[in-house]
């Protein structure tokens, strides 16, 4: 894994906001005369309720990225099937869904890992002249397969394809590392949040105190990103193979990226 490089480390005027209820002290008495050769008055000013302490404080904002390596795949087939009745439409659907099953598991897919994700039937209409007719139906199944290894993607992608199955929906690269990863951008994110609160702080004439809050701004996210011109290119079965076959392996996953964004607040004294 590996960290990427920031323009400025320390950003004195993006996403902060600082709030000083006092560094020092002040002198509240006032003195002063009631006239001339009157005796001198003082008047103090009644006691100052104590600091609040949520208010002495450095709120920063810091946002840290590191990338980490695919090394798995989710893939989501669309079985779809037309007939001229839905109950030939049905059974047809389910007969071509049962083989797509069968050939991820002679391709070492294992059952856990094979989800039905999605169905739906509805009729076909013919809308020519001014009357609405229905011609047939068409079904479609979406299988979700998942914790495909990478280096075994690209052959279970031929085979489908091979085999009649030209309607991959999508293609997510995930990394095992991830949640390695998000902890590691986490760490690098209270780093900068540190060295930008004290800044402020030295600026302020203040020193930095002690961390009384933390609040994780970003969303984790299951679904790293979808390499969806690569299942768009899989729809056409007779380029796909001819280009696959001229150029090697079709399959570039990249690095994933992972973004963390925080708010920190520090004691100021």
Same mark, same amino acid.
Request: with cysteine; hydrophobic share 35%; charged share 20%.
């Given at each position: 894994?590996?960290?990427?490089?920031?323009?400025?480390?320390?950003?004195?005027?993006?996403?902060?906001?600082?709030?000083?209820?006092?560094?020092?002290?002040?002198? &509240?008495?006032?003195?002063? $005369?009631?006239?001339?050769? +009157?005796?001198?008055? @003082? !008047? %103090?000013?009644? #006691?100052?309720?104590?600091?609040?302490?949520?208010?002495?404080?450095?709120?920063?904002?810091?946002?840290?990225?590191?990338?980490?390596?695919?090394?798995?795949?989710?893939?989501?087939?669309?079985?779809?099937?037309?007939?001229?009745?839905?109950?030939?439409?049905?059974?047809?659907?389910?007969?071509?869904?049962?083989?797509?099953?069968?050939?991820?598991?002679?391709?070492?897919?294992e059952e856990?890992?094979?989800?039905?994700?999605d169905y739906?039937?509805?009729?076909?209409?013919?809308?020519?002249? &001014?009357?609405?007719?229905? $011609?047939?139906?068409?079904? +479609?199944?979406?299988? @979700? !397969? %998942?914790?495909? #290894?990478?280096?075994?993607?690209?052959?279970?992608?031929?085979?489908?394809?091979?085999?009649?199955?030209?309607?991959?929906?999508?293609?997510?690269?995930?990394?095992?590392?991830?949640?390695?990863?998000?902890?590691?951008?986490?760490?690098?994110?209270?780093?900068?949040?540190?060295?930008?609160a004290q800044?402020?702080?030295?600026?302020?004439?203040?020193?930095?105190?002690?961390?009384?809050?933390?609040?994780?701004?970003?969303?984790?996210?299951?679904?790293?990103?979808?390499?969806?011109?690569?299942?768009?290119?899989?729809?056409?079965?007779?380029?796909?193979?001819?280009?696959?076959?001229?150029?090697?392996?079709?399959?570039?996953?990249?690095?994933?990226?992972?973004?963390?964004?925080?708010?920190?607040?520090?004691?100021?004294?």
């Amino acid at each position: 894994m590996k960290r990427k490089p920031k323009a400025k480390l320390l950003s004195l005027a993006l996403g902060f906001s600082v709030f000083f209820a006092a560094c020092g002290s002040a002198d &509240n008495s006032v003195s002063g $005369t009631t006239g001339a050769g +009157s005796v001198p008055t @003082t !008047v %103090s000013a009644a #006691p100052a309720a104590a600091p609040d302490s949520t208010r002495n404080v450095i709120s920063v904002n810091s946002s840290e990225t590191v990338t980490v390596i695919p090394d798995i795949a989710e893939i989501v087939y669309a079985v779809r099937t037309e007939a001229k009745d839905a109950a030939s439409c049905q059974q047809k659907n389910t007969e071509d869904t049962a083989k797509v099953i069968d050939l991820l598991k002679s391709l070492g897919v294992e059952e856990a890992s094979i989800q039905t994700s999605d169905y739906y039937m509805y009729p076909i209409y013919n809308y020519s002249g &001014n009357t609405q007719r229905i $011609t047939g139906y068409e079904a +479609s199944t979406s299988l @979700t !397969v %998942s914790g495909i #290894p990478i280096d075994g993607l690209e052959n279970i992608l031929s085979k489908s394809v091979e085999a009649g199955i030209n309607n991959i929906q999508s293609i997510t690269y995930m990394s095992s590392k991830y949640d390695e990863g998000y902890s590691n951008a986490l760490k690098l994110a209270m780093e900068s949040a540190k060295a930008k609160a004290q800044a402020l702080a030295e600026a302020g004439g203040c020193s930095l105190g002690n961390v009384v809050g933390v609040r994780e701004n970003s969303n984790y996210s299951e679904a790293r990103y979808t390499d969806h011109a690569l299942s768009a290119k899989m729809r056409n079965m007779e380029e796909s193979l001819a280009a696959d076959a001229e150029t090697g392996s079709a399959i570039m996953p990249g690095e994933v990226s992972v973004e963390v964004n925080i708010t920190v607040e520090y004691l100021i004294q």
